[in-house]
């Protein structure tokens, strides 16, 4: 298993891997630096990048494509945001109930 990136700390860090997120007229997006997806559905979608944990919001989002080895991931749907979690949020996500993370 690949070692986690360490926490963002707000500085602009060079973390080793180019890491490049593009947005085509809010119905695609491409990303590399990809090194798993947390979560899925069709409203939000949480991957883990070389610069922490990325989360997709939209509607009707579709995986069109997702390659570990090469860390590309592409999606289609209607793409509504576009957010980095940061400190502990960045992390795996909390095992156990839906109740104990949401009072972590």
């Known amino acids: 298993m690949q070692d986690r990136p360490p926490e963002f700390d707000g500085e602009d860090v060079n973390r080793g891997k180019d890491h490049e997120v ?14 798993g997806v947390d ?14 944990a990325l989360v997709i919001r939209g509607e009707d989002l579709h995986i069109d494509e997702i390659s570990l080895d090469s860390g590309n991931f592409t999606c289609t749907g209607n793409i ?23 009072f972590y």
């Not at 400190?87 to 909390?94: I, L, M, P, W």
């Open 22 to 35: 593009v947005l085509q007229n809010r119905n695609r997006i491409g990303i590399n630096g990809v090194l």
């Open 39 to 52: 979560s899925f559905d069709d409203r939000e979608i949480v991957l883990q990048t070389d610069w922490g």
């Open 80 to 102: 509504t945001g576009l957010q980095y979690a940061s400190g502990a949020q960045s992390g795996r996500r909390q095992e156990g109930s839906w109740l104990k993370r949401l």
